[in-house]
């Protein structure tokens, strides 16, 4: 009877919150971890004490006080803010060697075919000596408008060959005739109606508005993504994702389960929940990366980017000999319209020995080296294979957090589940803002969307289509497009060089050549469709 009373008395007692029975388990492992994180021992109980003034982890003995459950709470929500802009700077870093990869690759392609100029047009004599200018600042606009400037290329490749087209017309006169400056420009003006260069200015457009407005359109679209896994990784995490985080990573460390990691359905859920508007990204992010891939595709198909560039000279020195061969023809038509402008007479002796050297070197000739076609199959191969490998990383990263603090899953039955030391019962719920009205750990308000993160949505959308126009060969800075955004975004111009005509897409900053700041977005009436969701959103807040 005795033993009785005795046993049912240290029962009682030990079932007592803050009972001595309780407070034989020892503290010392937390405060070390504790100090560890950079916090005092102040306060920091030696032994185990109830947890009724727990508000975040399950209440019961425990090693920490309300104070060391902030503290921890912060701090994991620091140490994930931390892992996500790890994550956000390792893709950074593969956006950004992908366009100094891209990049070093088209600038040497520009350059050798800017350098094979005096080669393959020096059999022209003087007609090129005497107007090197005119084709070097053809190359010239050319590389401007692909580091982004906004001037029109379509302007400059007629510019440049109504230029060429009276320069030749001047030079063929007789020498004792004077042309006027209004009569070159009405004999310029014939281009189009008597097209004394052949088929090859439009042809020669055609191909190479398409290879820079897609090289230019690809370049663009890297740095955009880029910029936007910046913004999108500098997010804070929201307040009840702060307490889900303390709830799977620190407290099992008060519970006295510092070795028993989070089960990994429970983790999936947590870290869906706290990444949720991050997951929104992807159905436009998947659908950027895809046309990416579509445009560097395009690179080696015909015509090729490589063909496309290194023929440039051999296109013009053919105009040239196309021009020279039916002069008198050109000149004839010309009278019609422009009239006579001075007595006839034979062409100058610079002009006829011209004529005489001219070879007859014609585009079926033009072959470009086995090692250029292959380094460019490389290239296109190299840019698919990586933009690949980014394609779900807003989804997948919920996964890549969790691969770091959860249990394998041989241990789903011995994992922390939120409470204790057991299996995890709720599934897990689905990616997105949408699908957390069900998730078990993180409370969110589900009407309530990170507008930051919406607004690099837009961000992604804009480029997409700007990149869908760029695959039809059309040039969207100069179909109002410059009022789709506008901002210091990712810097591409050289100094001095981006105010040669109306704004363009992007302001380029000529300070810096990769990731910039985040864009600021303007809207045109085109847009209107695109912006409906987002202002719905904005009145429900």
């Avoid at 902030?70 to 366009?99: D, K, M, W």
């Avoid at 046309?291 to 296109?315: G, K, N």
Wanted: hydrophobic fraction near 35%; charge should be neutral.
């Amino acid at each position: 009877m005795r033993l009785s009373v005795l046993l049912c008395a240290v029962a009682g007692l030990c079932a007592a919150p803050g009972s001595v029975c309780g407070a034989d388990r020892s503290c010392a492992d937390l405060r070390q971890f504790y100090t560890g994180k950079g916090f005092t021992l102040e306060g920091v109980p030696q032994t185990e004490i109830s947890g009724e003034h727990l508000r975040t982890c399950p209440q019961g003995p425990t090693c920490c006080t309300s104070t060391m459950e902030e503290n921890l709470a912060g701090v994991s929500t620091q140490e994930t803010e931390g892992l996500i802009r790890e994550a956000g700077r390792s893709l950074q870093a593969s956006f950004n060697s992908l366009h100094r990869s891209f990049d070093t690759y088209f600038t040497d392609l520009h350059g050798r075919s800017e350098r094979s100029l005096q080669e393959v047009l020096s059999p022209l004599g003087s007609l090129y000596s005497q107007n090197n200018r005119l084709f070097t600042e053809l190359y010239t606009d050319l590389r401007q408008y692909y580091r982004g400037s906004a001037l029109n290329l379509d302007e400059s490749l007629s510019d440049f060959w109504s230029q060429l087209l009276e320069r030749m017309f001047k030079a063929s006169a007789p020498m004792d005739v004077s042309l006027s400056e209004d009569y070159l420009e009405c004999v310029a003006k014939q281009q189009e109606t008597l097209r004394p260069f052949g088929d090859i200015p439009r042809d020669m457009k055609t191909k190479v508005i398409r290879s820079f407005v897609t090289a230019r359109s690809f370049v663009q679209g890297l740095l955009v993504s880029a910029d936007v896994v910046k913004q999108v990784s500098q997010v804070s995490l929201a307040e009840e994702c702060s307490k889900a985080l303390m709830k799977l990573v620190y407290c099992p460390h008060c519970r006295g389960l510092a070795s028993v990691k989070p089960c990994s359905n429970y983790c999936s859920n947590v870290m869906k929940g706290c990444l949720a508007n991050q997951a929104d990204l992807d159905p436009v992010w998947q659908e950027l990366i895809d046309t990416m891939i579509q445009v560097a595709s395009s690179f080696s198909t015909e015509p090729r980017l490589d063909v496309v560039l290194s023929s440039i000279p051999v296109r013009i020195y053919e105009a040239v000999h196309h021009l020279q061969d039916n002069m008198d023809t050109f000149t004839a038509k010309v009278s019609q319209t422009c009239g006579a402008p001075g007595e006839p007479g034979t062409g100058s002796p610079t002009t006829q020995e011209q004529r005489k050297k001219s070879g007859s070197l014609t585009a079926l000739e033009y072959k470009p080296s086995p090692t250029v076609g292959l380094r460019l199959e490389m290239q296109v191969t190299d840019l698919s294979s990586k933009l690949r490998e980014m394609r779900q990383y807003w989804v997948q990263l919920p996964v890549a957090l969790c691969s770091k603090l959860s249990a394998g899953s041989n241990s789903q039955d011995n994992c922390w589940n939120g409470i204790t030391k057991a299996r995890y019962l709720p599934g897990v719920i689905g990616d997105g803002l949408a699908n957390q009205i069900n998730n078990p750990e993180v409370d969110l308000d589900i009407t309530k969307p990170i507008m930051k993160i919406r607004q690099q949505i837009m961000q992604l959308k804009i480029m997409n289509n700007r990149l869908k126009d760029a695959l039809e060969g059309k040039d969207v800075d100069f179909q109002d497009a410059s009022e789709d955004i506008s901002g210091s975004g990712s810097g591409m111009c050289l100094s001095g060089q981006c105010a040669r005509s109306r704004p363009g897409l992007y302001a380029y900053s000529p300070e810096t050549n990769l990731v910039g700041g985040a864009a600021t977005v303007r809207i045109s009436v085109c847009n209107l469709p695109l912006l409906l969701p987002f202002a719905i959103l904005l009145l429900q807040r």
